[in-house]
């Protein structure tokens, strides 16, 4: 794995830290104009936006510990996504986000991936509560969060119109016992 840094394994999944190398998988992903559609402000990212992305990204490595992390399918090695723990806008509260190349859709690594990073955030980053934020009509992100233990919660009217769907999670010393 060239020196990668694991972060932890699911069934399908490797997990680790993004590194420079990563920016054309990210590309393939965040340049996706139907991924897009539910990320941020819906616009893809070029290389250059990806580039820098992972900059930020190695910034939140040091600022907080953690951010967002490579999704590497452990039988072909192949970067399927990215998944992780971010503070958009500088937000107090953790936020799970993550996103995955579209011919990998539908196949439950969302899901694989949303349940190991709430494992792991809850048992080695020590954090206790956990949002997520999609476009109400995003039904799939929805089944996606409600499937890893995460909760509907609040709906948000947005200042330019839009609304919000907010779900929550919190650990539990009774959550994924070891």
């Not at 991924?35 to 616009?43: C, I, S, T």
Request: aromatic share 8%; net charge negative.
């Amino acid at each position: 794995m060239r020196g990668d840094v694991e972060l932890y394994r699911t069934g399908r999944l490797l997990v680790r830290r993004l590194h420079h190398g990563d920016v054309d998988d990210l590309h393939a992903v965040y340049g996706n104009a139907a991924a897009m559609r539910w990320v941020g402000d819906g616009e893809p990212l070029d290389r250059d936006g990806c580039a820098h992305w992972i900059d930020v990204t190695h910034n939140n490595y040091a600022r907080r510990g953690y951010g967002m992390s490579a999704l590497v399918d452990a039988a072909s090695g192949g970067v399927v996504g990215f998944c992780g723990i971010v503070h958009p806008g500088g937000q107090a509260e953790p936020e799970i986000k993550y996103a995955l190349r579209q011919d990998c859709w539908g196949q439950g690594y969302a899901t694989e991936a949303v349940i190991g990073m709430l494992d792991y955030a809850a048992r080695s980053l020590g954090l206790t509560a956990i949002m997520a934020t999609t476009a109400p009509e995003n039904t799939a992100s929805h089944r996606v969060l409600e499937k890893a233990g995460m909760v509907r919660a609040e709906l948000v009217h947005e200042d330019d119109g839009s609304q919000t769907q907010v779900f929550r999670w919190r650990h539990t010393t009774s959550e994924r016992a070891p």
